[in-house]
């Protein structure tokens, strides 16, 4: 694993117990210039993920809890007069940070809901004719619980396309339960991070040398395939977009990134492919009574797609 990777994750681990493939998963939309969309019941460590990912790099990190009276300007933020001045003067909202935990996203009003991915694509607020630039880089990740739905407004499947991936923490197992104990025992489990492990410019320069990690035609092929097989299938009401090929593409040469590669291998979009695409299609009647979810019929589809020679 690349060594700046493995201190980022190290630093991540001091915090999180036994959840090393979320924080790598995490690390790699970071990589993407991705938003992360967490769903989980609650407890099992969301906000200190990302709080961790935010110590660890030295970033700004806010946090909103999203309920149906948030309104727009609480996120994107707002213009009021000076007093003194006599000028109108811009007031940060939630968005102007590196790390934002967007909690329970799906108790917003669907107002709220389109402003925060409004930052979140255009990675800038426009207020009164004003242009307000986000940090970089610029992180959000939402929170959703998938179990309780009473007082919640579903998320649009166009919205839910913006998120770069979708993940699950899930329980932990007893062993790893009982290093929590462990460590809650005298303190909050976050204290452990003293100083940063690495520092917003470095983030940006790793973000940078992604982006030239080579890309074979067959591995573009086989991309396109595989999302391609989702349009033309009885198992799939709605399958996915070209944003759904690009991120695939952006995520599949993140992993080739940490695992110390300068060219995305088939397997690195296997890695990458179920946390990417599964939450981007829905599946039909038949394919619910097939497959069940959207990650059981993404591995499906990996199964049986032919893979290039490389």
Known sequence: MNSKIQTLADSIGKVIVGKDDT????????LCEGHVLLEDVPGVGKTQMITALSRSIGGKFNRIQLTPDVMPSDIAGFTMLDGKSGEFIYRDGAVMCNFLLADEINRASPKVQSALLEAMEERQISLDGETHKLPQPFLVMATQNPVE???TFHLPEAQMDRFFMKLSMGYPVPEEEMKILDRTEHHNPINNITEPAMHVEDILTMQEEVRSVRVSEQVKRYIVD?????????????????RGSIALYKAAKAFAYIYEREYVTPDDVKT???????????LSPQGKSEFGTGESYIRHIIENAPVPAM
């Open 23 to 30: 924080v790598i998963r995490l690390i790699a939309a970071l």
């Open 149 to 151: 739905t009473y007082g």
């Open 226 to 242: 595989l999302v391609g097989t989702t349009r033309n299938d009885r198992n799939a009401t709605l399958g996915i977009s070209p």
């Open 272 to 282: 990458a492919a179920v946390s990417v695409l599964a939450h981007r299609v829905i």
